[in-house]
């Protein structure tokens, strides 16, 4: 099991930042892929940003230029730096960390894919 754990989220006022952190912990794992998502109420839960193991990023639309993904992989945490919030940012946002781990006891790994329990963004207007 590889378990997530965010932080960071609270209220703002439109214009302002917020940096959210996901750090996973478990033993025996790697992780490939780290990503944000969001949910607002009666809305599905929306891709915000995801980053590689080797780097790559990518961007839902509306958050390009504003949002930062980045990771620190020794530590197993990734980041999502938020500049310019806007009112419609507002959600409960959530870590997702897919990769492998290899179970107690076991010599063969198997795929894992993980969420977070989130964290409110609030952006006042």
């Known amino acids: 099991q590889v378990q997530l754990v965010e932080s960071g989220g609270g209220l703002v006022q439109a214009g302002g930042s917020l940096r959210l952190s996901c750090a996973a912990s478990?033993?025996?794992?790697?992780?490939?892929?780290m990503a944000w998502y969001r949910q607002v109420p009666g809305k599905q839960r929306e891709h915000v940003a995801a980053?590689?193991?080797?780097?790559?990023?990518n961007y839902v639309e509306s958050v390009k230029g504003r949002f930062t993904i980045s990771r620190d992989n020794a530590e197993n945490t990734v980041y999502l730096q938020m500049n310019g919030l806007k009112p419609e940012d507002t959600a409960v946002y959530y870590c997702?960390?897919?990769?492998?781990?290899?179970?107690?006891?076991?010599?063969?790994?198997?795929?894992?894919?993980?969420w977070g329990q989130g964290t409110q963004v609030t952006v006042s207007s």
């Open positions: 980053i590689t193991s080797g780097g790559s990023t």
């Open positions: 478990g033993s025996d794992f790697r992780i490939n892929r």
């Open positions: 997702n960390a897919g990769g492998w781990v290899r179970p107690t006891g076991s010599i063969t790994v198997t795929p894992f894919d993980s």
